[in-house]
């Protein structure tokens, strides 16, 4: 198994009155993708950002926008949230009774197609559809903040991905998002990630280009 090391920073612990400069930053950095987390304040506790942010940030970036919807009913936004300029589109398993239909929908609009998994939602849940994404998000914290510690169960749910993945030969990036620092990306990575999602980690970094560095290339 050979992880990709992909690392798509959250702007949900960004300063929002910079964002210019914050994009600016992400701009110059290693980051791969820039991650961006929408909460309704239903699915999750939390009210973060929605699609004029989405669309300021597009504007900005020049790197994918890796939206992650924690939000009920996504069906109704995946169009808008494309046209506000999403490249990976993730929905929470939990918040979709329809869920093949969903993702056939984010890949018909043209963008990648993500589950995202709760931490209490075993992997098994994706195997009828592992085939059918690109990206399979396992949560290490509850949704809802940023900030919080990592579940240490989350490395054996992303091993559980990785056979998943590997086993069904699906294609599916395993990305992972929450409580991810310097001190414990390499034991992620090794046991089968592909994308690290970090937000307080780096944007309370004295150098968060170089904090984003030292997550790539740990
Ligand atoms: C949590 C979000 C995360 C969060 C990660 O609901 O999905 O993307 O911003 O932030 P840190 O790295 O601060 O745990
Ligand atoms: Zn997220």
Known sequence: ????????????????????????????????????????????????????????????????????LMIVNPEKYAEKFCKAGASILTVQYEACVHLHGMIQQIKSLGMKAG????????????????????????MSVNPGFGGQKFIPKSLDKIRQARELVTCSDSGA??????????????????????????????FSASNPEKYIEKLKYI
């Not at 990575?189 to 980690?201: K, P």
């Open 115 to 138: 589950i995202s998994l709760n931490p209490h939602t075993p992997v098994s849940s994706v195997e009828n559809i592992i085939n059918d994404i690109d990206l399979l998000l396992i």
């Open 1 to 68: 198994m050979i992880s990709k090391k992909l690392v798509s920073p959250s702007i949900l612990s960004a300063d929002f009155g910079n964002l210019h400069k914050e994009i600016d930053m992400l701009n110059n950095s290693c980051a791969d993708w820039i991650h961006l987390d929408v909460m309704d304040g239903v699915f999750v506790p939390n009210i973060s950002f929605g699609l004029p942010v989405v669309k300021a940030v597009s504007n900005l970036a020049v790197k994918p926008l890796d939206v992650h």
């Open 173 to 202: 990036l395993i990305e992972v998002d929450g409580g991810i620092y310097i001190e414990n990306a390499e034991a992620i990575y090794s046991a089968g990630a592909d994308v690290l999602v970090s937000g307080n980690a780096i």
